[in-house]
């Protein structure tokens, strides 16, 4: 019934043993298209399950126009908009070819994506590269200073950092980075500033090493010197790699993938391999920059979400109390109560990622969804909140919880493969 295992309990610990032995290492940049051959025409990937166009929020609309700009598919933004009108290009889960995006997640061939490789499972995944703030591509901005960014990533910064890693030889550790950087505060979704510390000390060497102009190892160096999040793409991409691997096991009820699109959240769990489960979404509640307030947030979106499902993030919330305030989720104590909660619908702690003020115990390990179905407890990710129309960014954080009701869905589906109940 359950493959070579006895029990679900027994495929469940082989799921998250696979995610306690992967070994992600970071080992290119390269152009999205060069490794997702999907991507070789007019074809965008997006966050979240399947959606169309119509259904897409204004910000996700907005990124999918700044991508077709990018790529030279349109002359301007009416130009643009009449291609997605006439349905001239083809949309993509990034999930569905080994990728995840933040926020909009749109992707093009020619945006520059991060290869990390997990040498555990013998697997890559991808991510784009982080914007850093204000006008960005992920909250659904096109203007010129967004477009002349994304270039610069495809000129400079991806070629730059893919030179540094070649120097390097055998790609960065990521396991040791994040186990640095979750014992100085970082939970890898809302809060990256040690991971892309980390990151800028260990690359930099590398970098003034390459045969890059100087102006460019300059503009690079202090780029990533000003990208508080830079870390958090790196960490997706980490995050997606290992739960692929783990999900390769094909049984049991461990949650492999969560993320949303705006319109739906979506999960998958381990034993009913790519098949989604999704509900409609929510939208996050938190704190706003200053004018701004709960009427002009978007609903979420964004494949970052795959942090929690590894077990960071918002589950993570204790080991970054500094950013509690920031999502509006209290304080200290209330960060203590959000991991432990979080423990709750969880199989067991990982390991490789000690957290100081959680009493030296490991992040939270293997959502298991028949313990959110029994317990009631939705997971929580911590998340940026953008402006429901396109081109504003971002307009504040917060936090949000995963729709029950796929989880339900998830764990009748499985009962029905494995004959316990009768399809409705």
């Known amino acids: 019934m359950y493959g070579q295992f006895k029990t679900i309990d027994e495929a469940n610990r082989a799921v998250i043993d696979k995610v306690v032995s992967s070994a992600p290492f970071l080992v290119d940049v390269v152009p999205a298209k060069s490794v997702i051959k999907e991507l070789n025409g007019k074809v965008l990937l997006h966050a979240g399950p399947p959606i ?6 204004s910000p996700m609309q907005g990124s999918c126009i700044g991508a077709a700009l990018f790529e030279g598919w349109a002359a301007n933004s009416e130009e643009a908009f009449k291609l997605f009108e006439n349905n001239e290009v083809e949309f993509i889960p990034c999930h569905h070819v080994n990728a995840v995006g933040p926020m909009g997640g749109i992707t093009s061939g020619n ?23 204000g006008a960005v591509l992920r909250f659904g901005a096109y203007s010129d200073e967004v477009i002349n ?22 790609g960065l550790n990521i396991n040791v980075m994040m186990a640095k950087a979750i014992t100085m505060g970082d939970e890898f979704h809302q809060r990256n500033i040690a991971g892309s510390l980390i990151f800028l000390k260990e690359i930099t060497p590398y970098i003034l090493k390459t045969d890059a102009s100087e102006k460019d190892k300059e503009d690079v160096i202090q780029f990533l010197a000003d990208t ?19 999900r390769k096991i094909q049984h049991g009820t461990v949650v492999t993938a969560m993320c949303r699109n705006g319109y739906e959240f ?11 489960f999704t509900a409609p979404v929510n939208t996050p509640q938190g704190l706003f920059f200053t004018g701004y307030d709960q009427s002009l947030a978007c609903p979420d979106m964004g494949d970052s ?24 989720a209290g304080g200290m104590d209330d960060a203590v109560n959000t991991s432990n909660e979080m423990m709750e619908i969880c199989i067991d702690h990982n390991p490789n990622f000690s957290i100081p003020t959680w009493d030296f115990k490991g992040a939270a390990l293997g959502i298991d969804a028949r313990k959110v179905v029994e317990l009631g407890i939705e997971p ?45």
């Open 305 to 328: 979400a795959i942090t929690e499902t590894f077990g960071i993030g918002g589950f993570a919330m204790i080991a970054a109390p500094g950013v509690t305030r920031f999502v509006g």
């Open 228 to 246: 508080d999040q830079f870390f958090l793409n790196i960490a997706m991409a980490t995050t997606k790699a290992v739960m692929d691997t783990a």
């Open 266 to 276: 979506g999960i998958r769990i381990a034993g009913m391999g790519d098949q989604w």
């Open 52 to 57: 169309k166009w119509e259904n897409m929020t």
């Open 380 to 424: 929580i990710i911590n998340t940026g909140i953008a402006h429901k129309e396109a081109g504003v960014g971002q307009i504040g954080a917060g936090t949000v919880r995963a729709p029950m009701a796929c989880f339900e869905k998830a764990i009748d589906a499985y009962a029905v493969k494995l004959g316990l109940i009768e399809a409705q």
């Open 111 to 133: 945006m520059p994506v991060f290869v990390v490789e997990n040498r555990d499972g013998d697997n890559q995944a991808y991510c784009t590269m982080n914007e850093g703030i």
């Open 149 to 170: 960014r994304l270039q610069w990533f495809r000129d400079v910064l991806g070629p730059t950092i893919a030179k540094a890693l070649k120097v390097k030889g055998d």
